[in-house]
C-alpha cells in the first residue's frame, strides 16, 4: 500500500473500542505496516511517552530503527488539558486553529507557556537521547507514531516538524482517534493508519484496558532494547 492510500480498520459500532495495552496496539499497527519491513532508509519516530510503547513493537516487527519526536502541548493556564497548541524541538509552534475562539492569552502567559515547555523539551532531549543528535530525515521513509490521538494538536506539530526535514515519505500510525481529527491527519500524510475511530470518542485512555503513565526511565529502556534488537538483527542477517 505506497500509494497513498489510508488503511482504516477496527471502527466499533458502540463507540468503544478496548486495547488490552499499548504493546497490543503497536503489535496490531505492526500487521497493517508489514510492507515497511527491512525498508531500506525507514525510520520510526516515537512521540514521547507512550508513543515509545507503541514504537518499540513496530520496530521489533519491522526492524526499522526508532527513535524519539520531542513535541510539548501548550496548555491554558486554567486548562492544561486545553491544547492551544504545541512546540517541537527546534522551536517552531503549531497553533490549535479554533484555541483562540476560548482563550485570549497575554503575551507575558503565552512566554512563560512556552518557556516552560522548551525547558522540558531540552530536559527530554538530554534524557531520551544521551548525546546523540537527532536523526537526519531527508529522503527517509518516516514512520510517525503515537498512542493515539485526540485534538491532534501535538500530532500536527509533530507532521509539521518533520516535514521541515524534506522526507521522502511520511507514514502515521495511529492506533485510534477521533473521526474528525483522523480526516485532518489523513490530508497532511502520505499513508495513514489507524486501527479505531469510535463515536463517540471520549478520551485515549479509555480504549485501553491498560492505559498506564510511561516514565521517562522506561522510555530510555525502550529505546535502548530497540537499538539492540536491531543490532542483532543485522549481525543475524550478516550470516
Not at 463515536?199 to 529502556?221: K, L, S
Amino acid at each position: 500500500m505506497l500509494d497513498g492510500s489510508s488503511a482504516v480498520t477496527g471502527k466499533s459500532t458502540s463507540g468503544i473500542m478496548i486495547f488490552q495495552n499499548r504493546e497490543e496496539a503497536g503489535r496490531r499497527l505492526a500487521e497493517r505496516l508489514a510492507h515497511y519491513h527491512d525498508y531500506p532508509g525507514g525510520i520510526i519516530l516515537a512521540l514521547p511517552r507512550g508513543g515509545v510503547v507503541v514504537g518499540y513493537q513496530l520496530s521489533l516487527a519491522l526492524h526499522l530503527p526508532l527513535d524519539v519526536l520531542i513535541v510539548r502541548k501548550i496548555g491554558a493556564p486554567d486548562n492544561p488539558e486545553y491544547a492551544l497548541g504545541a512546540i517541537d524541538e527546534a522551536g517552531s509552534v503549531y497553533w490549535n486553529p479554533t484555541a483562540d475562539t476560548v482563550y485570549h492569552i497575554s503575551p507575558t502567559d503565552l512566554s512563560r507557556l512556552l518557556h516552560g515547555q522548551q525547558e522540558e523539551i531540552t530536559r527530554r532531549q538530554a534524557l531520551y537521547r544521551q548525546h546523540r543528535s537527532f536523526p537526519v530525515l531527508t529522503n527517509r521513509t518516516v514512520i510517525l507514531v503515537d498512542d493515539g490521538i485526540a485534538t491532534g494538536s501535538t500530532f500536527f506539530a509533530s507532521i509539521q516538524s518533520i516535514r521541515g526535514h524534506a522526507p521522502q515519505r511520511l507514514v502515521a500510525a495511529i492506533p485510534v482517534g477521533p473521526a474528525d481529527t483522523i480526516r485532518e491527519v489523513r490530508t497532511l500524510v502520505d499513508e495513514l493508519v489507524v486501527l479505531a475511530t469510535p463515536d463517540p470518542f471520549w478520551a485515549v485512555g479509555n480504549h485501553y484496558a491498560d492505559f498506564a503513565q510511561v516514565t521517562d526511565r522506561e522510555v530510555v529502556e525502550y529505546l535502548h532494547l530497540a537499538e539492540e534488537a536491531l543490532r542483532e538483527h543485522a549481525r543475524s542477517s550478516s550470516h
